[in-house]
């Protein structure tokens, strides 16, 4: 049998405190995040945002500030451009774009073509949203995180006691704001593709804690002698392998996207991994403590 | 116990069976299927979305407001010729969403309210002011969706597309998907033009026409227009033609002074077609009119010979020819050095219909054919790389035990693609990222029971003791876990654009699927295993 870590006996629970700081740093930042995008400050994808985005495959490789000179002269204004050179794709994106919607991103195109005629390109992709859908979108963006988090709050207090669900909840909630600060601190699109990978680990997140409660809840009834804080404690270790493993296969397969599943979905598995990460500290760090400060010595004995 | 056993061994194969069944239509192997197999047989399987396949995803805003007003200038030249043969001396204006009608008497009163019973009355102090009533207004919009949507299914069909989605979306939005199509700037103008064809008679008579610039550069139009508004004649408009310099490219307009009343709109064409004029080699179209519309171009024609007739579409001048005689027979012709293409799609708006009103385009996502290959070769690559990884880690791991999760993921595998071909499931690339994560969760349930059962070995059970109670234990931890998952997954679904729909879907049935490969898959080894002989000791 190969272990792990024989026989864990970590005293988690006493390094709540140390544990709360880390998460509240991670946490405040996430919500500076949250209202940094609220009132636009943020760097928001043209989903969201409305505008055009264009990206395009040359046949040669292309020096990103000469097509920043190309459209400058062309009276393109406030453009972002990046690129990934290795395969000789650049991005170009115009926010809240005044021109009538389609004729945007013929002018780019149209400028492109004459500016670079020795060197080809293809489309790859557009993207046009005006500013009804992106409003549209992030509304429903904001409502689909409130009905996750309603969800989660409901199954978690219907099968276990409502203070699980707190503990519960409260640690989705702080990976996908730790998961959102670090996104914003890194400057990253925060897009439609980023909420999903942001709801998917809030239910991965979640997957984590609920394993983590069960051995805890089991535990409670065995051990009525001991301390919460101990039976805690104990359950803590019992599974932490069991936590670390399925963390590793879900880090594997996102790695692997990360590496080789193609750019479009290189943030999202970049999302995946910080949060499978901050997932499973959480449920080992956050959860419990919570639910131990919540729940006062020891009202458990019923359930 | 036997028993048991081989019924859930019975329903593993099955399901199998079924998936690959399901599934072949997405294999090369399909092809070389018999003929019996390719009819009776499911053939569609996954089906590939926008992003994956390449194609256009369009979302358009019908705009109801201008389709009132599209259909109160209507009821304006109605009034206008009923009040003529009425002999009744009446000046009447469009203006807006309003018509005004000068002077103010109950003759006129009466006649308006008797024959124009969706006129409302709200004013008559300064001449009648009337206005479309608040019903027949909505009626207009509803009607106004439905027609653009079925315009645009027209016009769609007749330029050949294969499996286009066309749907309405709320009240007044139109949602148009085209797989596959190359060249998406000649798909968007061929859906997006309103084909709002109109003649109308040249005003060369004004003084205002004489000032009139020869021609100018596209930038200076909104200062002429607002150099001229309060020159010409309230009943006149400027227009442009649009001319392009064959050599240097430039693109200059020539203002046009117009009478704002159209003599006649394209309701009255019966058909148009593509011609060239071998003289020149440029394409036309040419137009014919039904019976009643050809009598209506024959009077107008008639009554206003050696003067400029324009034609118009979308409000461009196309060309303003002088009229040199009567013309009867019903044709008339549309030129402006079109390519071939243009004429095409030219001739299929006007066959199909003018759009019932503008349309705005609020999104547009156009993904080229490229892009979607190489993001499928990319997720097929990190799908493989992604499964070996997970699949060496168990057996490192949990040596034989690990081989058995290994059997219960490619299970899983297999059941997922099968499941997502037999719903006809669209995937799409966050899609293929759902898969890939479901492969890494699915171990997860198998992970769950190991750790139980090798707490069970470590309070001194047997094997296969410890393989029913861990396998009983574990199991509220499993179902709860993965219902957690279900919940978002389902909040993705239901919020959720195209894309990320497909990755709602291929997330909730790699869990659901999670689930019964890992209680009854292998459950069903480990009691296979247990049956031949009781184990000494579990490779766990």
């Known amino acids: 049998m190969i272990e792990l870590i024989k026989n864990p006996n970590v005293n988690f629970l006493g390094k709540k405190y140390i544990a709360f700081v880390f998460s509240g740093i991670l946490s405040v930042i996430g919500i500076i995040a949250i209202v940094l995008i609220a009132t636009g400050h943020a760097n928001l994808?043209?989903?969201?945002?409305?505008?055009?985005?264009?990206?395009?495959?040359?046949?040669?490789?292309?020096?990103?500030?000469?097509?920043?000179?190309?459209?400058?002269?062309?009276?393109?204004?406030?453009?972002?451009?990046?690129?990934?050179?290795?395969?000789?794709?650049?991005?170009?994106?115009?926010?809240?774009?005044?021109?009538?919607l389609g004729q945007g991103s013929e002018k780019i195109t149209d400028i492109l073509r004459q500016g670079f005629p020795e060197n080809k390109y293809v489309v790859d992709s557009t993207t046009v949203v005006g500013p009804k859908v992106g409003g549209r979108l992030r509304a429903d963006a904001a409502k689909a995180v409130a009905f996750a988090v309603i969800g989660i709050l409901i199954y978690v207090a219907f099968?276990?006691?409502?203070?699980?669900?707190?503990?519960?909840?409260?640690?989705?909630?702080?990976?996908?704001?730790?998961v959102l600060g670090l996104f914003y601190i890194m400057g990253k699109e925060i897009n439609l593709i980023l909420v999903t990978a942001l709801l998917t680990i809030a239910g991965y997140s979640l997957t984590d804690t609920v394993v983590v409660f069960d051995?805890?809840?089991?535990?409670?009834?065995l051990k009525q002698r001991e301390s919460v804080e101990t039976v805690m404690n104990s359950s803590i270790n019992e599974v932490l392998s069991r936590t670390i493993i399925t963390s590793t296969t879900v880090l594997l397969t996102s790695v692997a996207l990360f590496f080789f599943g193609g750019e479009v979905i290189h943030d999202f598995s970049l999302a995946m991994i910080i949060g499978v990460i901050i997932g499973t500290y959480s449920s080992i760090f956050v959860a419990s403590p919570i639910v131990l400060l919540w729940g006062g010595k020891r009202p458990f004995a019923k359930k | 116990m036997k028993k048991k056993i081989y019924w859930r061994l019975s329903l593993i194969c099955a399901t199998v069976i079924l998936a690959?069944?399901?599934?072949?239509?997405?294999?090369?192997?399909?092809?070389?299927?018999?003929?019996?197999?390719?009819?009776?047989?499911?053939?569609?399987?996954?089906v590939l979305g926008l992003d994956l396949q390449g194609g256009l995803h369009l979302v358009f805003e019908v705009e109801g407001d201008k389709a009132v007003e599209i259909t109160t200038e209507r009821y304006t030249s109605r009034l206008k010729s009923l009040l003529a043969t009425k002999k009744l001396n009446a000046k009447v204006s469009a203006n807006g969403l309003?018509?005004?009608?000068?002077?103010?008497?109950?003759?006129?009163?009466?006649?308006?309210?008797?024959?124009?019973?969706?006129?409302?009355?709200?004013?008559?102090?300064?001449?009648?002011?009337?206005?479309?009533?608040?019903?027949?207004?909505?009626?207009?919009?509803?009607?106004?969706?439905?027609?653009?949507?079925?315009?645009?299914?027209?016009?769609?069909?007749?330029?050949?597309?294969?499996e286009p989605t066309i749907v309405r979306q709320g009240e007044n939005e139109i949602v148009v998907q085209l797989p596959g199509v190359k060249d998406p700037k000649r798909a968007i103008d061929l859906i997006g033009k309103t084909a709002q064809l109109e003649f109308k008679l040249v005003d060369d008579e004004d003084k205002a026409a004489a000032e009139l610039p020869q021609s100018i550069l596209p930038s200076e139009e909104e200062n002429l227009l607002k150099q001229f508004a309060e020159k010409i004649p309230v009943d006149d408009e400027i227009l442009f033609e649009k001319k392009v310099n064959m050599e240097t490219g430039e693109v200059r307009k020539i203002p046009v002074l117009?009478?704002?009343?159209?003599?006649?709109?394209?309701?009255?064409?019966?058909?148009?077609?593509?011609?060239?004029?071998?003289?020149?080699?440029?394409?036309?179209?040419?137009?014919?009119?039904?019976?009643?519309?050809?009598?209506?171009?024959?009077?107008?024609?008639?009554?206003?010979?050696?003067?400029?007739?324009?034609?118009?579409?979308?409000?461009t001048v196309y060309s303003a020819p002088v009229i040199q005689e009567k013309i009867s027979g019903g044709n008339a012709q549309i030129t402006g050095n079109f390519s071939m293409e243009e004429a095409r799609d030219l001739s299929i708006v006007l066959r199909a219909g003018a759009l019932?009103?503008?349309?705005?385009?609020?999104?547009?996502?156009?993904?080229?054919?490229?892009?979607?290959?190489?993001?499928?070769?990319?997720?097929?690559?990190?799908?493989?790389?992604?499964?070996?990884?997970?699949?060496?880690?168990?057996?490192?791991?949990?040596?034989?035990?690990?081989?058995?999760?290994?059997?219960?993921?490619?299970?899983n595998i297999i059941l997922l693609l099968g499941a997502m071909a037999s719903l006809n499931a669209?995937?799409?690339?966050?899609?293929?990222?759902?898969?890939?994560?479901?492969?890494?969760?699915?171990?997860?349930?198998?992970?769950?029971?190991?750790?139980?059962?090798?707490d069970e070995l470590r309070a001194g059970k047997t094997p296969r003791a410890a393989v029913d109670s861990g396998y009983h234990k574990a199991f509220w931890t499993i179902f709860d876990s993965h219902v957690t998952t279900l919940i978002t997954a389902a909040v993705l679904f239901q919020f959720g654009t195209g894309p990320i729909k497909g990755f709602a879907v291929t997330l909730s049935l790699g869990v659901a699927i999670n689930l019964f490969t890992a209680l009854i898959g292998t459950k069903s080894v480990f009691d296979i295993i247990n049956i031949k002989r009781e184990l000494k000791k579990l490779s766990i």
Do not use: C
């Open chain 1, 45 to 100: 994808g043209i989903d969201f945002a409305g505008g055009t985005s264009i990206q395009l495959k040359f046949e040669k490789p292309v020096v990103l500030h000469d097509i920043r000179l190309a459209l400058e002269r062309g009276g393109l204004k406030d453009f972002d451009l990046q690129d990934l050179p290795t395969i000789n794709k650049i991005l170009i994106r115009v926010k809240k774009s005044e021109q009538e």
């Open chain 1, 159 to 178: 099968r276990f006691q409502f203070k699980f669900g707190i503990g519960a909840t409260i640690a989705t909630f702080h990976d996908v704001l730790a």
């Open chain 1, 215 to 221: 051995r805890i809840r089991e535990n409670l009834k």
């Open chain 2, 20 to 46: 690959v069944v399901f599934f072949l239509p997405n294999t090369p192997a399909f092809k070389y299927m018999p003929e019996w197999w390719k009819e009776t047989m499911p053939d569609k399987g996954i």
């Open chain 2, 98 to 162: 309003n018509i005004t009608v000068n002077p103010s008497n109950d003759a006129i009163k009466n006649i308006i309210s008797e024959d124009f019973p969706s006129l409302a009355l709200i004013e008559s102090q300064n001449g009648l002011v009337y206005k479309i009533s608040d019903k027949e207004a909505r009626w207009i919009k509803e009607n106004a969706t439905d027609q653009a949507l079925e315009t645009i299914r027209n016009r769609i069909d007749q330029f050949g597309v294969a």
């Open chain 2, 258 to 315: 117009l009478k704002k009343q159209a003599s006649l709109t394209g309701d009255i064409l019966s058909d148009a077609q593509v011609n060239i004029d071998s003289r020149f080699n440029n394409y036309y179209v040419s137009l014919s009119f039904n019976s009643s519309g050809a009598k209506l171009f024959e009077e107008v024609t008639g009554a206003n010979v050696k003067r400029r007739l324009a034609i118009i579409l979308d409000n």
């Open chain 2, 356 to 411: 019932p009103a503008p349309m705005k385009m609020l999104q547009n996502v156009t993904v080229g054919p490229s892009l979607g290959r190489d993001s499928i070769e990319a997720g097929k690559i990190a799908g493989i790389i992604g499964t070996i990884a997970v699949v060496i880690f168990m057996i490192f791991y949990y040596r034989l035990s690990g081989v058995i999760a290994d059997f219960a993921l490619f299970l």
């Open chain 2, 426 to 454: 669209t995937l799409t690339l966050p899609g293929i990222a759902g898969v890939i994560l479901a492969i890494g969760m699915a171990v997860d349930s198998n992970v769950l029971m190991f750790e139980r059962m090798r």
